[in-house]
């Protein structure tokens, strides 16, 4: 089958073919599932809430993405050097080790295993 294809102001011809038989893509089903995608309407998300008031952001370690915490190492009283490992994330299933911005004291470890997390909301506390 021949298609003609305009992109940026130029005229393709390309040719394709049917990758499935028509069975299992007939125009019956692709119908069906055009219809009921306009039909959905497309949920507005909400923003996330992120801890923003009063925050000494040398003093805190924010997630930098969102995900759910897998593992807990950091603990409140640990002394930590920059780069030390506070805990494991896991998000669209890849683990990120978020490690500690400053060195100092872990005031607060403010989730704990299993817990969901947005992008930007404070993970640990330092003194």
Do not use: Y
């Not at 089903?29 to 923003?47: G, H, V, Y």
């Not at 992120?50 to 009283?77: H, I, L, M």
């Amino acid at each position: 089958m021949k298609l003609k294809i305009d992109i940026d102001n130029k005229s393709h011809e390309v040719e394709v073919e049917v990758a499935e038989s028509e069975a299992a893509t007939g125009p019956q089903r692709l119908q069906a599932m055009e219809s009921s995608a306009m039909r959905t309407p497309m949920p507005s998300a909400a923003p996330p809430t992120v801890e923003t008031s009063n925050v000494a952001e040398d003093k805190v370690c924010r997630s930098p993405v969102s995900g759910v915490v897998a593992s807990v190492t950091a603990q409140a009283g640990q002394t930590l050097q920059v780069g030390d490992v506070l805990l494991v994330l896991e998000a669209m299933k890849m683990e990120t080790q978020v490690t500690a911005p400053v060195s100092g004291k872990v005031a607060a470890v403010k989730v704990k295993a299993g817990d969901g997390v947005q992008a930007g909301q404070i993970l640990v506390e330092f003194a």
